[in-house]
């Protein structure tokens, strides 16, 4: 079994604590609880479904609002499922976007069953290979404060694997509505005549 | 931008790009076809679309709800076959959050085909698509594509809604493998 140093809440703050405007998208499970731990934000897209997508939604956003800086912070289990948007976000490479792969080798949230990773599948490797030269695995507490003093300002497309290990927060869920999540979000983001529309 | 007066009035790819073009849609997100190969060649000279080559179906409809989250509109462009592989995103991103969502879906499997792979899923196409509750019109003649699109782009920017138009196999020819 995994016995990585890094604790997923621990990485969640340090990640997100000079956030400001960057637009954040989670994923499935452990991530989305992970994301809203920190408290609620409107400018958090929290997804609860569509596995395997989060990446290619960040991207979308991403070459939307050029100015702005994406953030989807993702599991293991997720990104495997939508590995080829990987090659696909490559092929585009916007500068504002930057996805993190919260990495504990498990199905979190399915009972613990060990995912790909567990089994040596490098992700960080197949992100260079399908095209993210900027890809990095992250195991220390020094390697994820130099990753989180620089992700919501970096002007580069950005892989970053980390591994962490089974220590669990308490439970915080969002909100959960869809419709409602994303037009806070639109609003927030756009204005309220993005309502109008 | 194409010239006007090139435009063939039964050139349905180009009726489709004029549209595109007219409702500042931004994002083209697709798998190849070959019944897109023009409709994909107008946009990519077109420097105000953003063209997403997708290695799977389903990765557009998440671009594309990403896309209107960020306040663009785009198109997703894949042959029937796709169809299958977006099921879970379109009912559990789309459908779930009433994402608006505009598929131009060119059809396999049915008119003088020829591959036998192709019929079961081209006949499940539209099936499929009715079942996620996603509004579907059909063209079978060069004629109807231009209303039909418009229409399609409609209901999907103006009513909040996911739209596929499909374009028959009689309408764009059926593929040759003797070429």
């Given amino acids: ?197 | 931008m194409v010239n006007k007066f090139e435009k063939n009035l039964l050139n349905w790819p180009l009726d489709i790009y004029d549209i595109l073009r007219e409702d500042k849609i931004r994002q083209i997100a697709y798998v190849p076809d070959a019944g897109h190969k023009s409709l994909i060649e107008y946009c990519q000279n077109d420097k105000n679309m953003n063209m997403v080559s997708l290695t799977s179906e389903e990765e557009g409809v998440g671009l594309l709800a990403g896309a209107w989250l960020g306040g663009e509109k785009g198109v997703l462009l894949m042959q029937s076959s796709g169809v299958g592989n977006c099921i879970n995103a379109l009912a559990s991103i789309t459908r779930a959050c009433d994402f608006p969502l505009l598929m131009l879906i060119t059809m396999r499997g049915e008119w003088n085909e020829f591959n036998p792979w192709q019929v079961p899923m081209g006949k499940a196409t539209e099936k499929i698509l009715s079942t996620l509750d996603i509004n579907v019109s059909r063209c079978e003649k060069s004629e109807e594509v231009s209303e039909t699109v418009n229409a399609m782009m409609g209901l999907a920017y103006k009513s909040n809604c996911a739209s596929a138009v499909l374009l028959s196999q009689r309408l764009i020819g059926s593929k040759n493998f003797k070429e």
Wanted: net charge positive; with cysteine.
């Fill in chain 1, 1 to 197: 079994m995994q016995n990585f140093q890094l604790n997923r809440r621990y990485v969640i703050s340090q990640i997100l604590k000079d956030r400001k405007n960057s637009l954040i998208i989670n994923g499935l499970g452990g991530t989305c609880w992970d994301v809203a731990s920190l408290g609620d934000n409107e400018l958090n897209f929290y997804v609860w479904g569509g596995m395997g997508n989060s990446c290619m939604i960040a991207l979308g956003l991403a070459l939307s609002q050029p100015k702005r800086k994406v953030i989807v912070v993702t599991g293991d289990g997720e990104m495997l499922m939508g590995i080829g948007s990987l090659a696909t976000i490559a092929v585009k490479q916007p500068k504002n976007l930057s996805i993190v792969v919260f990495d504990n080798e498990l199905y979190g949230e399915t009972g613990k069953q060990k995912t790909h990773t567990g089994h040596g599948a490098d992700l960080s490797a197949i992100a260079i290979g399908a095209g993210i030269k900027n890809s990095s695995i992250i195991k220390t507490h020094e390697q994820l404060s130099l990753l989180s003093s620089n992700i919501n300002i970096i002007k580069e497309l950005t892989f970053s694997q980390i591994k962490i290990n089974n220590e669990e927060g308490p439970l915080v869920l969002p909100i959960r509505e869809g419709a409602y999540i994303k037009s806070r979000f639109r609003k927030a983001l756009l204005g309220k005549n993005a309502l109008l529309e």
